[in-house]
């Protein structure tokens, strides 16, 4: 905060072997309890106007998806927000994203407490299925803008129901 963060967001969703070696990034999906007691102990750390979020995935592995349960614990001990990242840590980012755990978080949370979609959000047609099938509040989109920051305009254009712009020239990507 006294650097200048407007936010402080908690990445419970990281499933690196060197990360969640310890109880780290996705393996707090396994602690939800001490999980709760990191966010409350920023909540109580931090002026209110610094919201504190937390994005986490659908569960450790296919057999503990715990999504809804987990984010509803992080809201109850601060939490303003929740980005739900549709695979379990077991996946890492192979295979398909789930949209159902996303759509779960979405139900069970209030509605003034945004949750953010994520995983597998290539295109305009991605995000529109993502939002339509889980409606979550925003797609975090990450990977997939990788060498072309021009999607974040197409989907823009998509949200406020536009046309999708021409792809960039050569001069444009130069630049």
Not at 52 to 61: A, E, L, N, Q, Y
């Amino acid at each position: 905060v006294d650097a200048g963060a407007s936010i402080v967001d908690v990445n419970m969703g990281c499933p690196a072997r060197k990360v969640t070696a310890g109880s780290c990034g996705a393996a707090l999906m396994r602690e939800p309890l001490l999980a709760a007691q990191i966010v409350a102990a920023l909540r109580a750390a931090l002026p209110f106007s610094v919201p504190v979020t937390v994005k986490h995935r659908s569960g450790w592995d296919e057999k503990s998806q715990n999504a809804a349960d987990f984010a509803h614990r992080m809201v109850d001990a601060g939490a303003a927000l929740v980005t739900v990242h549709g695979r379990t840590r077991a996946q890492g980012f192979s295979g398909a994203v789930e949209l159902r755990p996303i759509a779960e978080v979405r139900a069970a949370l209030p509605r003034d407490v945004p949750v953010v979609g994520n995983g597998d959000v290539r295109s305009v047609e991605d995000f529109l299925r993502m939002k339509g099938q889980t409606g979550c509040d925003a797609v975090m989109i990450g990977r997939a803008c990788r060498g072309n920051p021009w999607r974040f305009r197409d989907v823009l254009a998509a949200e406020q129901g536009s046309p999708i712009p021409d792809p960039p020239d050569a001069a444009e990507r130069r630049a």
